[in-house]
C-alpha cells in the first residue's frame, strides 16, 4: 500500500503486521526482535530520535559497552543492528492512533496513514525540568535526572537534590551511597514523600533539608557545575550555594498525548500492561517508560521492548492462523487496578 504520504508501506501489503512508536531503547529493541520474527516491522521514530538516550552524555550502565559510549552512539547502533534484519524506520511523528476498529489506523503529522494489525506503544517518558538559566547547559555535566545512572560520578562530592516527593527522597538516600552531603531543595516546609522515605531522610546524617527554597540558577565553570542560585519562597532572598551537582527529581511526564479514552492509563498517566506488555485493547502492547514508572533504566527499556515484540509474534501467529486471539490477562498480573480487557 502507498499511504497518503506516498511512502511505501511493507513492500506493497495494504496491511502493516506492527507499527512501532517511538525511537528510544524500548522501540528499536522492540524492531529488531519483530524484524528477526520477520514481521518487517514499521518504526515511526517520534520528534525526539532516540528518545532520552540520545541527551545522554554518557552510558555507563548498559551491559556490553565496559568502555562507556554517548548516548547518541548508543542510538545509532540500536537503528543499525534494528535495521540490519529488516526494521524500517520512518522520521515522523504519530498524531493519532485509531484503536476501536482492526486493523488499527495509524496517522501521522506528515500526513501517513497505515492499516495495522498490532502496535507496539513505546512513546518513552520526560523528565520534568526545571527551565531554570544553565540547566541545559550543564545536563550531563553536573545536571542529573537520574541518580542510579550518575551518582557513581558524585563519590565524596557536594550535591544538592530538587524535590520533595516520593522519587527526590528515594534518589537523595540513593545518592548517599557517594555523596559526602546531599542537600534536598523544597519549595515547601514540609516533604510531600511518604512518612517511611521522610523518616529514612530525617534518620541519614549526609542529608540536608533547606526548606521553603527553589532553583533560579545553575552556575558553572569550565564545563563543571560549581553551584546554583536559589531564592526563598517565603521572604523572596536569593542565596548561592555551592556544590557539584544537582539532581532534579521534579515530576517525569510519560508521552501519553495519544491514549486518553483510547488505552487504559494509571493515575499517573502511564499505560498498564500485564506482564506480556499487553494493553487492554488486544493487539496493543506497550514497552518502555510509557509503561514503567519504577526502573526506568535503559537496559530494563530495551527489556521490555524485546518481551513486547515477543509477545507480538505470537498474537500475530494465531492471528493468520485464524487461531481466536486469546487475550485473557490475569488482573493480578497489573500493576494497578483495572477494568475487564474489552472482547475482541
Ligand atoms: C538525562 C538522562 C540521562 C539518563 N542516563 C541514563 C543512563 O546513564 N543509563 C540508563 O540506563 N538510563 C539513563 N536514562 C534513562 C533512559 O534514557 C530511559 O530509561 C530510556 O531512554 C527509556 O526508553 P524508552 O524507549 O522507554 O523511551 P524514550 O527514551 O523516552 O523514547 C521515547 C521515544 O518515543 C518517541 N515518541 C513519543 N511520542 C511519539 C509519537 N506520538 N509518535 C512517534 N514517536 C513518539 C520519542 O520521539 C522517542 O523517540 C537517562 C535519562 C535521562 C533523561
Redesign the pocket.
Known sequence: MSNTNGHSANGGNPVEDVII???????FTAGLYAARANLSPLL??????????S??Y?????PGFPVSLSGPELVEKFKEQAEKFGTRVEFD???EIVVDRHPFVVRTSGGAEYLTRSIIV??????RYLEIPGEKDF??KGV???AT??GFFFRGKDVVVVGGGDSAAEEALFLTRYASRVRILHRRDKLRASKILQDRVFANDRIELVWNTIPVEVLGEGGSVTGVKTRDTVTGAENLLKTDGVFVFIGHLP?N??FPGKLEMDEDGHLITDRQMRTNVPGIFA????QDKIF??????VGQ?CAAAMATTRFLEDLHAGHAVKWNVDPREFAAPRAAVAAW
Open positions: 512508536i517511538g525511537s528510544g531503547p524500548a522501540g515511526i521514530t517520534g520528534n525526539d530520535y532516540g528518545g532520552q538516550v541527551i545522554t554518557d552510558i555507563e550502565n548498559y511523528y504519530v498524531s513505546s512513546t518513552g517518558a520526560r523528565p545536563t550531563g542529573s535526572y537520574c545512572c550518575d508521552n498525548d495519544l514497552a518502555g517508560e510509557i526506568k533504566q535503559v537496559a530494563t527499556s521492548g
